[in-house]
Structures are given as structure tokens and as C-alpha cells.
């Protein structure tokens, strides 16, 4: 049986970054431990994303932990939305072990590593 971890409060959501493409948000409240600040991450898509079963997905919410010494971030838990905002029948969920990647200069993660590392 997985642990699915769903914040008790409302989230107070900062937006990060708005594209053609992407709207992406992160939640303010924050968890830190040493070098590692944890977040819940929010992706509205412009365009529905097909899954693999041909269900539409709008949102995605995952989340993300960034390690300020490395500045790298990794994702524990992913999970898929019909609706906006992460709203509606959730279409997929997963959760792995965190497995940290370097971002791209200039990404929008690479500016949440900065937003969140500043603090």
C-alpha cells in the first residue's frame, strides 16, 4: 500500500513562471531540512497532454525538493489531473525515490533552485 502525501492545508501558491505552454506554480509553505527546501509543485498545461490510456491531462502537481549545495532537484511524488489547478479525476500517480538531476540554465526549474535556495 503506497503513502500518498497530500498537504492538510490549503496551499498558498506563488507563481513562478507563465509560457505559451506552461503556467507554473509552487506552494509557499515551505519544509526544510540542511541543504534541502521541499515544495509542492503546480504545472497547469496551456494544451491538454494525452496519457497513454488517451485521457486528457490539464494540471500536474509533484513534489520537489531542491538541494541548495548541489543545485540539483528531484521529484518523490507525481500525480496527473483532469482539471486545471489540480482539480478533477486524478489520471495518474507515482511516487519514486529521489533521484536528483541538474536543471537547465535558464528553466524554470533552474529559477525555482534560485527562488527557493535564496530563502
Request: hydrophobic share 40%; net charge neutral; glycine share 6%.
Amino acid at each position: 500500500m503506497a503513502l500518498v502525501l497530500v498537504p492538510t492545508a490549503q496551499a498558498a501558491w506563488v507563481s513562478l513562471a507563465t509560457t505559451s505552454e506552461v503556467q507554473v506554480l509552487y506552494d509557499d509553505a515551505l519544509s526544510k531540512e540542511d541543504s534541502r527546501v521541499t515544495v509542492w509543485r503546480l504545472i497547469n498545461f496551456a494544451k491538454p497532454l494525452t496519457n497513454l490510456e488517451g485521457k486528457e491531462i490539464s494540471s500536474e502537481k509533484s513534489r520537489t525538493t531542491v538541494d541548495c549545495a548541489s543545485g540539483k532537484l528531484a521529484n518523490s511524488q507525481v500525480m496527473r489531473f483532469a482539471g486545471k489547478d489540480a482539480s478533477g479525476d486524478m489520471l495518474n500517480s507515482y511516487e519514486t525515490p529521489l533521484r536528483f538531476t541538474t536543471v537547465g540554465a535558464g528553466s524554470t526549474d533552474a529559477e525555482l533552485i534560485q527562488k527557493l535556495c535564496a530563502k
